[in-house]
Nanobody, 129 residues
């Protein structure tokens, strides 16, 4: 029903910046909580950032606070992740996810991949040292 397509990944040197995007089709984007997760080879998928319906509330993993910014444009059905001061440990496939319930919970709720209903195919971000 809902399709999410990530784009904007690539290769960047440590300290550089990159912006990844996630375009949604189907469903009602403006009612969804949107999140970003990432997965490195041999590791479990981990939470990166999330934002509620209007984008006024955001959550970040401690590892990216102060460096990454999540935002959304409901008119374009798109969520973004601006990544600054990139580190080699940020290297991973970045996935966009949507929670159709779109409710406000405690912050920890958004950390679990199990709470999201739809996922994109991922976009590779590689940070060289």
């Amino acid at each position: 029903q809902v399709q999410l397509v990530e784009s904007g990944g690539g290769l960047v040197q440590a300290g550089g910046s990159l912006r990844v995007s996630c375009a949604a089709s189907g469903g009602t984007f403006s009612t969804y909580t949107m999140g970003w997760f990432r997965q490195a080879p041999g590791k479990e998928r981990e939470f990166v950032a999330a934002t509620t319906r209007s984008g006024s509330i955001t959550y970040y993993a401690d590892s990216v606070k102060g460096r990454f910014t999540i935002s959304r444009d409901n008119g374009k059905n798109t969520v973004y992740l601006q990544m600054n001061s990139l580190k080699p440990e940020d290297t991973a496939v970045y996935y966009c996810a949507a929670d159709r319930r779109g409710q406000v919970y405690s912050g920890s709720y958004y950390y679990s991949s199990r709470n999201y209903d739809y996922w994109g195919q991922g976009t590779q971000v590689t940070v060289s040292s």
